[in-house]
């Protein structure tokens, strides 16, 4: 047994919200006292968006929301490091209680409502920071912000990130922001990608460094709203797309007793659901778009499956919770060849 799976019984006896801050506090304090076996992380190079990574294995949004973690991050392997959700100003998120394990299906729901410090603080723990690799940081709007005037706040996090990204993706497709997932819709997505390409093609220009854009879409999607969002990619020329955010079908979970917890579900039930969204949206960008996989990887052979539907990386989190950080050594070495 793992250190994790010896200490797994203990954490899950607290709240999760606290588990999810003490672990990632302990994980900071291993780091600084050099107790964390660096992992090495070259093992399968990877090209996405025009960057290079080292291996194809990456941290999701959410893990890590103020960027305050990056250094330990760093340690367990990861081909690349995805924080936030960041939005323009500081949020508490939703009411407590809001994150949920169901250990009977390796799930999680959760109902943050993009809590976070607010961009500047973000970019204040980046500089910080002494992490050399790809970082990514995802974007997304005030609760308070009417989704009318959404795009004023992706244009105020994407022109505050864009020196210190390597990459930036857009997130419409979290169920915990009040409609926010209506901006997957074919005009108002058309729209919000339009203005953010236009304001990167400017900041390229003024900054010297093309920083690639994606777009992180939800599993609840049918066929046609598949074909349009990667029609309205290919019309925008954005650089990416992470499929798939959280799921708010929960019938999976039938009559356990938090099934009615409003909320996002991510763990193993979410990975039929993303693999098959993955895979019918690489197959409408044949190839001129990259698609990061993401949604129920718990294992080595799930991250595998990812990239044999087409994704060119893999993003985990959940796993982390039922699986530990070896999750993540047992992806880069699952994915070697």
């Not at 093992?43 to 294995?57: E, S």
């Not at 790809?134 to 105020?156: C, F, Q, R, V």
């Amino acid at each position: 047994m793992t250190i994790y799976e010896i200490l797994r019984p203990l954490i899950f006896k607290m709240d999760a919200e606290q588990a999810h801050h003490l672990a990632l506090g302990a994980l900071n304090r291993a780091h600084a006292l050099g107790m964390l076996p660096i992992v090495p992380n070259h093992t399968r190079p990877t090209k996405l968006m025009g960057l290079d990574l080292p291996n194809p294995i990456g941290l999701a949004a959410g893990l890590d929301k103020n960027g305050a973690y990056i250094n330990a991050l760093a340690d367990l392997g990861f081909g690349f490091i995805e924080i936030g959700t960041v939005t323009p100003r500081p949020q508490e998120g939703n009411p407590k209680p809001r994150l949920f394990r169901l250990a009977e299906h390796e799930a999680i729901i959760n109902r943050m409502g993009f809590n976070n410090l607010g961009i500047d603080h973000l970019i204040h723990n980046v500089q910080q920071a002494q992490f050399n690799g790809i970082l990514g940081i995802n974007i997304g709007k005030n609760a308070t912000t009417p989704i009318e005037n959404a795009t004023d706040d992706y244009l105020i996090c994407l022109e505050k990130a864009y020196a210190h990204a390597s990459y930036i993706t857009v997130n419409i497709s979290s169920p915990n922001t009040k409609n926010l997932r209506d901006l997957q819709g074919g005009n108002e997505l058309n729209k919000l990608l339009g203005s953010l390409k236009n304001r990167q093609a400017q900041l390229h220009t003024s900054h010297g460094k093309y920083v690639p854009l994606a777009v992180k879409i939800a599993p609840d999607l049918d066929a046609n709203q598949i074909a349009e969002i990667a029609q309205i990619v290919l019309q925008n020329e954005m650089d990416g797309v992470i499929a798939t955010n959280t799921t708010t079908d929960k019938t999976v979970l039938g009559n356990h007793p938090l099934a009615q917890e409003q909320g996002g579900l991510s763990g193993a039930p979410v990975r039929e659901k993303a693999n098959a969204v993955l895979h019918n949206l690489v197959q409408h960008l044949g190839g001129k778009v990259p698609v990061i996989g993401a949604g129920g990887v718990l294992s080595g052979s799930d991250a595998k499956e990812k990239l044999a539907l087409g994704a060119t990386a893999v993003q985990v989190y959940s796993g982390m919770v039922y699986r530990g950080t070896d999750l993540v050594r047992e992806c880069v070495n699952a994915v070697r060849v």
